[in-house]
T-cell receptor, first 113, second 115 residues
Framework: GAVVSQHPSRVICKSGTSVKIECRSL??????MFWYRQFPKQSLMLMAT?????????EQGVEKDKFLINHASLTLSTLTVTSAHPEDSSFYIC?????????FGQGTRLTVV | GNSVTQMEGPVTLSEEAFLTINCTYT??????LFWYVQYPGEGLQLLLK?????DKGSNKGFEATYRKETTSFHLEKGSVQVSDSAVYFC??????????????FGKGTSLLVTP
């Protein structure tokens, strides 16, 4: 199957700093990628839809200025958590669409201290 | 709106036991349904899917049947192995075309199979 690579897998940062998470489709081009967030013992919740060459579409309740998404190429989308706070600590996972199937990255465990 | 409810874990079974993980959904129209599996330290992988009522998805000995009358998509396996230990997510494809191929997930069910 298709491969989606997400980096880093774990990151610890200080409050107030920004963290960038990358999502790459390694063997296919993805015009659409998705960013999810998962709280402990909760579902994966869609944060935003990332479209190559255009602005991301955010789900209701997700702060656009806090979670910056850039989809500058057909194989790369980035999520930047700006001015991170402890409540942003979570598991973030991306997926990329190919044909009618979604392929997921390994996820990023973000801890803000 | 669209939502998925799956049984809470963790589920602990002995090797070769029968597995059922319940999943029910609420949706407008007839969504496609999926089971994803997440092995420790890895991303989500599609396990199986069904796109219309009465379809049966199957893979690696796992099966799930799309039951419209009961709005269910329960995951089953006749004889689990230690290597099946993972977290299993039931999901449906949103009918909102604005979200492209975004999925609504259940909370996940952790399965531990012991030798």
């Amino acid at each position: 199957g298709a491969v989606v690579s997400q980096h880093p897998s774990r990151v610890i940062c200080k409050s107030g700093t920004s963290v960038k998470i990358e999502c790459r489709s390694l063997d296919f081009q993805a015009t659409t990628m998705f960013w999810y967030r998962q709280f402990p013992k909760q579902s994966l919740m869609l944060m935003a839809t990332s479209n190559e060459g255009s602005k991301a579409t955010y789900e209701q309740g997700v702060e656009k200025d806090k979670f910056l998404i850039n989809h500058a190429s057909l194989t790369l989308s980035t999520l930047t958590v700006t001015s991170a706070h402890p409540e942003d600590s979570s598991f973030y996972i991306c997926s990329a669409r190919r044909d009618r199937e979604a392929f997921f990255g390994q996820g990023t465990r973000l801890t803000v201290v | 709106g669209n939502s998925v409810t799956q049984m809470e874990g963790p589920v602990t079974l002995s090797e070769e036991a029968f597995l059922t993980i319940n999943c029910t959904y609420t949706a407008t129209g007839y969504p496609s349904l999926f089971w994803y599996v997440q092995y420790p330290g890895e991303g989500l992988q599609l396990l199986l899917k069904a796109t219309k009522a009465d379809d049966k998805g199957s893979n690696k000995g796992f099966e799930a049947t799309y039951r419209k009358e009961t709005t269910s998509f329960h995951l089953e396996k006749g004889s689990v192995q230690v290597s099946d230990s993972a977290v299993y997510f039931c999901a449906l494809l949103r009918s909102n075309s604005n979200s492209g191929y975004a999925l609504n997930f259940g909370k996940g069910t952790s399965l531990l199979v012991t030798p």
